[in-house]
Each structure stands twice: as C-alpha cells, then as structure tokens.
Nanobody
C-alpha cells in the first residue's frame, strides 16, 4: 500500500523560510520522480517543482530562485526548501509520485505577518 506522509508546514512571516518533507512508502522511491504541488483556497492545484530520479530539479516560474527541491533516496524522502516566502505562497502543499494517482494528505503553509 502506497503512503505519503508530509510534514513541516506552519506559519512564517514574509521573507522567512520553511522546509517541508514527504516520506514515500510502498513503492520503490529511487526509481520514482517526485513532485510538489500546492493548492490555495478556491484555486486549482498547481505544480511547484519536480525532482527526477537522478536528482535533476525542475521549477515552476513563480518559485524559481526561491525554492529548492531535493531527494534522499536512503530515507525515501523528498524535500522542498522554501526561502524568501511571500503571502502568495500560502497554500496546502502536497507531494506526488509522478505518473501515479497517489497524493499525500497535504501540509499547510501560511505566510503572513
């Protein structure tokens, strides 16, 4: 059974940093590309970043230069380091194994003063 457990969300002031993580179980992690999506209230779920099986990152334009996606195959974990956060980054962040129908429960990130 595939499970995705996200952690690390919270409340942060504009300009601050936060790191969210996601542990994948029930599926071979090292051969799975992983992605982070986010969904703000009343909006669609948008792709934020993807990391390929060889560790190559791909970013959506709104987060380029501020967010860093990475993976640790030994820990079956994908990370999203978020710096220079803005109020418009406020959303529920979800991790997603690329090419599957599996989603984590999401972790709330709120950027507010």
């Amino acid at each position: 059974q595939v499970q995705l457990v996200e952690a690390g969300g919270g409340l942060v002031q504009p300009g601050g940093s936060l790191r969210v993580s996601c542990v994948l179980s029930g599926r071979p992690f090292s051969i799975t590309a992983m992605a982070w999506y986010r969904q703000a209230p009343g909006k669609q779920r948008d792709l934020v970043a993807t990391v390929t099986t060889d560790g190559t990152p791909i970013y959506a334009e709104p987060v380029k230069g501020r967010f860093t996606i990475s993976r640790d195959n030994a820990k079956n974990t994908v990370y999203l380091q978020m710096n220079s956060l803005k109020p418009e980054d406020t959303a529920v962040y979800y991790c997603h194994p690329v090419g599957t129908n599996y989603w984590g429960q999401g972790t709330q990130v709120t950027v507010s003063s």
